[in-house]
């Protein structure tokens, strides 16, 4: 089992910049797929990206790509989540998630832990 914690939301301007970071407690966070999520209120969660163990293979949706990149660093144990480029339609709670598998990295189905996530308000 893995306990994930998300961090680094928070308010930014239109244009600006954040990175989350996403800690995981545990010692077998090398062998899990990671991927991040976000929910609008209102809306169901959607996938963002999501990156493979080694870190080599990244998956995007198309509102992330060339605005997003998550990398991870297994040394210690945390996946990030660079955000460029913000929108108002980025406003969300983001979630990272944990997949045992790599079946189905771009759907919540795919995941088997998640973390309790982190507000990210865009503001025009």
């Known amino acids: 089992q893995v306990q994930l914690v998300e961090s680094g939301g928070g308010l930014v301007q239109v244009g600006g910049s954040l990175r989350l970071s996403c800690a995981a407690c545990g010692r077998t966070f090398g062998s899990y797929a990671m991927g991040w999520f976000r929910q609008a209120p209102g809306k169901e969660r959607e996938f963002v990206a999501a990156v493979t163990r080694s870190g080599v293979t990244t998956f995007y949706a198309d509102s992330a790509k060339g605005r997003f990149t998550i990398s991870r660093d297994n040394t210690k144990s945390t996946v990030y989540l660079q955000m460029n480029s913000l929108k108002p339609e980025d406003t969300a709670a983001y979630y990272c998630?944990?997949?045992?598998?790599?079946?189905?990295?771009?759907?919540?189905?795919?995941?088997?832990?998640w973390g309790q996530g982190t507000q990210v308000t865009v503001s025009s």
């Open positions: 998630a944990a997949s045992r598998s790599l079946v189905a990295l771009n759907s919540s189905v795919g995941y088997d832990y």
